[in-house]
Each structure stands twice: as structure tokens, then as C-alpha cells.
């Protein structure tokens, strides 16, 4: 039990440690990896090197949005506020990824497609993913910190809305979408991602993710500390009505 204990105090103090430095390394990594390492892509040309920020974006998206699905679990199950924060903190990192996922799509699409936005289904449910958990934050923002019931039926909306990450990812299965097919987890006889572009890509995806996790612990602690401030100014005055 103490091991366990010391085990996840390690853990949480790395968030101070170890991702600053790792991030940092691992985002100059990309950076060059992106631009200089990777080769041109023969027929999109040097657009193609969003795809390095795209697709690690897209599951720095995904894994925000199920710490987000876990946390709302949690919630719902054993009524812990520090939970709706960390819910709240991964919400808001995971909107971020998904406005930069829906951005440089939009960027690389103008070239190839000639259009900046289509109404392709993976576009289309990827756009109201971030509608949703937009509105997960609005919502659950006008409500105090320590509203219970608030807390409950946000992450009941954030265990619905989440339902949409599968869709989204099977959208380019599903329905006949401009989107391309996967190339990196892909099913036999789809097109295959060159070597040196799927070790680039293999960097991006831990840059972006550990820059993703980073952002969470950070802007958790944020949500946590506000709790604490909230429950002291309620303290002082119910002190002071007495």
C-alpha cells in the first residue's frame, strides 16, 4: 500500500518534473522531424506536413475527451467534485485539439480540395464534437464550483456527447466522405504510409500527446485550487453571518 502510494505521488509530482522537459524535447523533435526530415509528399506537396500536427492532434483530441468520459464516471459514481474538475480541465484542453484538428484541416483542404470547409461527415461530426463539449463548458461554467447536482448532470451530458469519438472514427467507413481512408491504423488493402513519414508521425503523436497531458494536469490543478478558493470564501461567510 505504501508503494502504491509513493508510486502515484511520483506520478503526480512528474507532472512538475518530467512533462515540461519531455514536452519540450519531444515538440522540438516534430518540429524538425516535420520540416526537414520527412520527405515532400510527391503529389500534395508541402501542405502535406500538416498532416504531422493533424492526425496527433486528432488522438491528443481523443484522449482528452476520454479523460473527460472517465472522470464524468467518476462523478457520477462516487459524487467527487475533484473528478468534475479534471472532467473540466480535460474538456477544455480537449477543445483546444479539436478547434487546431478542425483548423488545419481547413488549411490543408483549401489546396487539395479547393474549398476550405465541406460538409464531409468526418468534418461534420468532428464539428459538433467541439459544439457539444463547448457547450459542456459553457453550461457546467454557470454553475458554482460545488454545485453536486450541476457536476451530475454535466457528466451525464459528457458520457453522451462522447458517443460521438466513434462515429467520428468510423465515419470514413460508414459514409463515402472526401476525407482520406486511415493510413496509419489501417485495414488490409488500404494505402500504406511511407517509413520515414510513419516515424515522424510516431514523434508527433508523442509530442502532441504528452503536450496534451501536460495541459490537462496543469489546468486540472487550475480547477482545483478554484474549488478550494470557493469553499473558503463560503466558509468566511458563513463565519461572518454568524
Do not use: C, K
Amino acid at each position: 500500500m505504501n508503494a502504491a502510494r509513493a508510486l502515484l505521488g511520483a506520478a503526480h509530482a512528474a507532472r512538475w518534473t518530467a512533462l515540461p522537459p519531455l514536452t519540450g524535447v519531444a515538440m522540438l523533435a516534430l518540429i524538425v522531424g516535420a520540416v526537414i526530415v520527412a520527405p515532400r509528399e510527391a503529389v500534395e506537396g508541402e501542405v502535406q506536413r500538416l498532416f504531422y500536427i493533424h492526425v496527433p492532434a486528432a488522438i491528443a483530441m481523443y484522449i482528452a475527451y476520454g479523460i473527460t468520459f472517465v472522470a464524468s464516471l467518476v462523478v457520477l459514481w462516487r459524487r467527487d467534485l475533484r473528478a468534475d474538475a479534471v472532467a473540466r480541465a480535460a474538456t477544455s484542453v480537449g477543445v483546444l485539439f479539436t478547434a487546431l484538428v478542425l483548423a488545419t484541416g481547413a488549411i490543408w483542404g483549401q489546396p487539395i480540395w479547393g474549398v476550405w470547409w465541406a460538409w464531409d461527415a468526418r468534418l461534420t461530426s468532428t464539428l459538433v464534437l467541439l459544439l457539444l463539449f463547448g457547450g459542456y463548458l459553457l453550461a457546467r461554467s454557470l454553475a458554482d464550483e460545488h454545485d453536486e447536482q450541476a457536476a451530475r448532470f454535466a457528466a451525464i451530458f459528457a458520457v453522451v456527447a462522447f458517443l460521438d469519438i466513434p462515429i467520428i472514427n468510423m465515419s470514413v467507413r460508414w459514409w463515402r466522405t472526401l476525407h482520406p481512408q486511415p493510413i496509419v491504423l489501417r485495414m488490409p488493402g488500404d494505402q500504406a504510409l511511407p517509413d520515414a513519414m510513419l516515424a515522424v508521425l510516431a514523434v508527433g503523436v508523442v509530442a502532441v500527446v504528452l503536450l496534451a497531458l501536460w495541459l490537462v494536469a496543469l489546468r486540472a490543478d487550475t480547477e482545483q485550487l478554484a474549488q478550494r478558493a470557493a469553499a473558503l470564501r463560503a466558509a468566511v461567510d458563513r463565519r461572518e453571518d454568524a
